[in-house]
């Protein structure tokens, strides 16, 4: 799937342990990346970190909509944090 646009779910609810330009210590879920912009396209994305490089849109995490997406990411989040 491609990703959808004006959405951002995995800039803001998925947690990032790796550092990120302006972001060292990465970022917890629920933060938004400082490289979000306010259109949800990504700043730095010619020069974006592998951690985000290497995510994949796909229905299984994105689900149908950003509201969707958000849901499954913060249930992820939730689930990590109790293992």
Not at 15 to 41: N, Q, V, W, Y
Not at 44 to 58: G, H, K, L, S, T
Request: hydrophobic share 30%; charged share 25%.
């Amino acid at each position: 799937m491609d990703c959808r646009k004006k959405c951002g779910a995995c800039c803001i609810y998925l947690s990032i342990s790796s550092p990120i330009p302006g972001m060292e210590k990465g970022k917890p879920s629920g933060t938004r990346c400082i490289h979000l912009a306010e259109d949800f396209s990504c700043s730095i994305y010619n020069e974006r970190p592998d951690v985000c490089r290497n995510f994949m849109a796909d229905p299984e995490f994105c689900g149908n909509s950003p509201s969707q997406a958000r849901d499954i990411m913060l249930g992820l989040e939730k689930e990590l944090r109790q293992n």
